[in-house]
């Protein structure tokens, strides 16, 4: 177990090192700890907007994934049910959304999505070329014209329980500091009657996802639970924050048949 311990964190601050966007392996995230890199394919992508996206209006989106060389990659595998889940955030990540793009063919993806107010917003975009192990990230920065919205300064929160849908959910870590591997638990109640929800529904294939935003954006994890048998209360996530300071964490769950989001701003002390 220490041997495997340590490859793995040789193999993560290779992986930490190497790009900005930095993923929790997919071997990781599906707690078989697997020590060996998974080939995560080389992507560029470009990304084609209107010539003026406004706020509040319907803006279609194309985002076409080519290899290093400029071609399109044709295939991609199916990946939490999706060819590709894309992340939008507000430059202060005081939005978030996260939609499934359509795979038109050619390294094409289509969607339109409604940007609520004018500003900066990031795009993420997770895609699994065929053949890969782990998911390439491609990203881009997005001006969408409008009355902008008032910034919402990113403070950590005081308390990690929070009620969304009625439901009250509690946030735990172990040991929480930078470069560590930490279990991230969520604690789902409802929040009338305090009595746990155990018949919480798999979304996308698995019983919740985390995104997690550095403040600067710079870094991104998309965190799956540890396999687990139970419907809730309890969703454990195990995942490595790669360096100190402040993000903002979106819990994603199923429950009657709706999915509800809970964001959390958590400050990661360094070792
Ligand atoms: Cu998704």
Known sequence: MKYFAVIFLLFSSVLLSACNSIKVPKSMADHKMSAIPTNVVPTQSAWIFPDHPKAKEKTPISILIKDKSGQPIKSFET???????????????????????????????????????GGDYKLIADVTPKGGGDSS?????????????????????????????????SLTFTELTAGKTLHM????????????????QPYLGAMGHTVAMSADTENYL???????????????????FPKPGIYKIWGQ???????????????????
Do not use: C, R
């Open 222 to 240: 998309h965190i799956h639970p540890m396999t687990t048998a139970e419907n809730g209360p309890i969703v454990i996530f195990m995942t490595i």
């Open 185 to 200: 638990t969520f604690t789902i109640n409802d929040a009338k009657t305090n009595q746990p929800i155990k018949n919480l």
């Open 253 to 271: 769950f199923k429950h009657n048949d709706k999915v509800f989001t809970v964001p959390f701003v958590i400050d990661v002390p360094k070792k």
């Open 79 to 117: 990946v939490h049910e999706k060819k590709m889940h894309l992340f939008i955030v507000s430059k202060d990540l005081a939005y978030f959304s996260h939609i499934h793009p359509k795979y038109k063919g050619n390294g094409q993806f289509d969607i339109t999505t409604t940007f609520p107010a």
């Open 137 to 169: 990230i491609e990203s881009h920065w997005q001006y969408v014209g409008g009355e902008a919205a008032k910034e919402v300064p990113l403070v950590p929160d005081q308390e990690l329980t929070k009620v969304v849908d009625g439901k009250k959910v």
